[in-house]
């Protein structure tokens, strides 16, 4: 459809309101954070189910590329097997606009939103995800390698935030809890 074509060209931002949505698998937002090990820039991207604040794919490397953020996203939809005409939010970066990205969204019938031009706070939810995980996880460690902090980024994530981190934004529950309460 045209309109689709013009929609994806301009990259609008569908989630301007910046409601949260009623149940899982609805919008997830995505993003790329840098971390550094022992002068070496580690990337880890990761995608959060915007209802639930839960991670639902990550991965680390040591070079930022679209082959990063695409195999974040497979995790997540291996994981979870969303329905079509889930939304995801992202940046405008090049690792999210590039035809091999958008080709894995079609494929999927996910919708993709983008921020506005220079307004993170578009993708609040991620910006403080990336903001807690370094106050709690990376400021007080000294990494001696990429596999350590990627053993670390595994515990923290998956047992630590998702399963036992409370979150003031969804009744003070951890991300499993508030999706097994709102089943």
Known sequence: APGMRRFLASG?????????PEAKNKVWVADVT?????????YL???????SRRIVGWSLDTKRT???TKRTLATAIKKRKPEKGLMLHTDRGVEYRGAEYQKDLKRHGILHSLSRPGKCTDNAHMESFFHTLKAELIRCTNFQSGEELKYALG???????????????????????YERIAA
Request: aromatic letters at 12%.
């Open 155 to 177: 515990r923290y994530i998956n047992d630590f935030y998702n399963r036992t981190r409370l979150h003031s934004g969804i009744g003070y529950c951890s991300p499993m809890e």
């Open 66 to 68: 679209t082959e990063v």
């Open 45 to 51: 991207s990761a995608v959060m189910d915007l209802h």
């Open 12 to 20: 609008e931002n569908l989630r301007s309101d910046g409601a949260v």
């Open 34 to 42: 840098y971390l550094k090990v022992k002068k070496q820039w580690h």
